[in-house]
């Protein structure tokens, strides 16, 4: 007897922790809900597989527990048709619900993933005509690159043409100097030999007559 207080106490002791939580009726197992902790007390329902509820107390045995229904019924039901874990009976519901939202799931990451594909193969080919269009960019870049060399040289060039330019036309004007300073010095040695001419011309005329007849006479006295 002694044994048998001392295993109720202990029983006693945990009760309060096992009334704390929610229970599931068992698979299988169709319970009645009473309206005391015993056969013997009122019907309030009848609670199918894997029904949930809340706990409230715990009878003083152990054996019965008072409970809360999902319907807000309480009332009082045998401890040893309770679990702490949902039965397979509400789990596997959940379990195809979570499976067909998985599913779901997976069609949209498939369709998503297609999508993501076809994205890949157009932005690679973009890439292909990018680097094709940025291989004519470069080639076209350094076209322009020996043309603004080339550019450069001609400047240079134009500018040393120029300067050659200068040069030629300041030693052209000097030469048209020099040359017009010659045409006045022969035009005037011209003027001179003209005039050297005219007066040898005019010493003939006056000294050839004087002298012919004194040699006419000198032959004579031959």
């Known amino acids: 007897m002694r044994h ?31 309206s005391g902790p015993g056969n013997e007390y009122r019907w309030l329902g009848k609670l199918t597989p894997g029904a949930k509820m809340s706990l409230k ?25 309770l679990t702490q874990q949902a039965p397979a009976q ?35 080919e973009q890439l292909g005509d990018t680097g094709g269009e940025l291989d004519e960019v470069e080639s076209e870049l ?18 040393r043409l120029v300067e050659e330019a200068e040069n030629l036309r300041s030693e052209t ?4 100097a020099e040359n017009q300073r010659l045409t006045d010095k022969l035009q005037s040695g011209d003027f001179i030999n003209g005039a050297l001419a005219v007066l040898l011309g005019v010493v003939i005329t006056l000294v050839v007559p004087r002298l012919w007849p004194r040699r006419r006479r000198m032959s004579e006295w031959g």
Do not use: C
């Open 4 to 34: 048998l207080l001392f295993i109720l106490a202990i029983l006693s002791a945990s009760l309060p922790a096992f009334a704390q939580g929610t229970r599931y009726v068992s698979d299988e197992v169709f319970i009645v809900l009473h």
């Open 57 to 81: 107390s715990t009878a003083e045995d152990g054996e019965w527990v008072e409970v809360t229904t999902d319907s807000g019924i309480d009332g009082w039901v045998r401890t040893e048709f």
């Open 90 to 124: 509400v789990r596997l519901p959940a379990a195809e619900a979570r499976a067909e939202q998985l599913a779901a799931k997976n069609q949209e990451l498939t369709a998503q993933l297609e999508t993501l594909r076809s994205e890949k193969t157009n932005l690679s």
């Open 142 to 159: 350094a076209r322009l690159q020996q043309i603004s060399g080339n550019a450069v040289q001609l400047d240079a060039d134009n500018r």
């Open 173 to 176: 004007e000097m030469l048209k």
